[in-house]
């Protein structure tokens, strides 16, 4: 990354209210000790009502909201938005794209919309994206991550209770959500300032760590599954990237490791990211800002609503790292941000 | 766009044998005579084995094979690319991403690489990124557009002879393929020039003109409509939007319409693109390249496989506007190309 970009503000949306797990598990009937003792997620929340299964958030709906936060913290009019990326591996439609439903609801007119098929590391390339499409002509883009996993939980007891724990283990990591970012060219007004991206495939001849299958008409009937994870992949490469994206950033912003006040570590879920931490031998002057234990996994958004975080306390000068893993083929995804002055 | 890109070479890919509307009806039930008259698309591709229905080429695939062809007629090595960009709405599935894995087929490793979830106009989208990702240290990249829409294809003449003919005629319209262009910073070895590009969103307070569904685990087995277009709408603002595309892209070029040699108009179906052309009032001058009746409509593949044919007849100097509407929500998109010296 030869130039900084700017980070003027962000904004996130969480749907309806935390639900705990008890209340997950009443309904598609897992133990609650369990998902205590070996994910660590204590809530989330989703775009449907899990009492009726209806849809309350669409994709587009939790999107636009954060982006609406985050223009509005920055006070930024819309009509100055030079473009817009939206990340996520849960679209409401194949077409149109939640991006274009996004910026309908933004009105927003005549600027280009990129929506981005992307998992766990979606943030780190909607930012990558966005940096590359800000130019004079065009200083200050909106980027935004977002998920909605509610097109994969089955709600009926009677179809989770049937499930392998390896697949039951997916609807309770999981979580819906949204978060956004305004970029800017230029540091007036800024918050943060971006020194070093890395965002890059790295799963040659690896196979996926993560499978998510979408129907169309023709194959919607057929009894195969939708979702599958080897988490024992997952166990094992997540750390050893992140240490890896760490390295590179650092190296890439000239700092070392106890030059950081920040580290944003993955999110797969609360007990995983101790475990990634613990490997990736931060400085002990790092604090930790995580927050998938209260939101669960959402995907796309999870850099999002640490960042959000991490702008609320980060004093100007001082460093953050995030890193995110995408799984399903690999993807190396991380960040240096800096407190503007 | 304050920057010519250049295209170094491009490759096509169109899977299985071409399908006449003959052998098409007699799988899904539909008239010929009906094609030929109100479509008028004579052969398109499919990734599936229409008589057994059996997947022969994944969109992947397909992609792979585009990309292949375009690294080898610019006799570049997989491994001096510096990004991949892949456009499509029918994605293998949610993740990994096919874009992952063509890289993977590729034996791509370390770069970025993006998926785009586009229509249409997509190809023009990945040109868009693409040529904002080139840089000095990164100055040759991968540009792909495909689609392989056979997960909507309902290959029973059950179920297709119970679909009103407002859903019918999409497993008419579409087709499978892929096309690829490898970008370059400089003119070195080039083909063509791109001079002008649109690529805006244009459905501020729209409706779509086309919505495709994905379904999940929890929702795939719901009786709902996956495929729905708005031929009135899309009839009436193709056209004025093509019109609209065109007269920037001149603006921007410092061209009048007399000026193009070529012209590679929206592909939605033979006659549609009939009826564009004679709205677009292109000069008498200009030649048309349009491969939609051969090929069916294979979405983000189309501008790649008009480039493809333009790429083999033009003259140094010469001049050619590509136009593509996504009409799910309306993005206007086009390309000013010039043949270099």
Redesign the interface.
Known sequence: M?RTTYVLSTGTALPGPAIDNRSLCERIGAQPEWIDTFVGTRTRHFGINLAT?EQTHSLADMATSAARQALSRADIDPSEIGF?VLGT???D?????S???V??AL?????????????CSGAV?AF??GS??L?E?RPLGLVIGADAC??????DRESSSAMPPSELVNFVLFGDGAGAAVLALDDTDAQLGITALV???????RD?G????????????LEQP??NEDYKAIEHWVPLLSKDVLTDLLATAGLQREDLDYLLPPQLSGKMTQRVVKQMEIASNSREISVVADTGNNGNALPFLQIDALSREVQPGERAAVVAIES????EGGMVLEGVA
Chains 1, 2 share one sequence.
């Open positions: 030869s299964g817009l591996a849960t679209p439609h194949l077409m149109p794209t991006a274009n439903l910026a309908d009105g927003l007119e005549g600027i280009p919309t990129f929506q981005l098929q992307s998992g390339a990558d994206v590359h499409l130019t002509e509610y097109k994969h939980l089955p709600l965002n890059r495939f790295s799963g040659l001849g996926p993560q499978q998510i299958e979408w129907f169309g008409l023709a194959d919607r009937h939708g979702l399903s083929k690999w993807i």
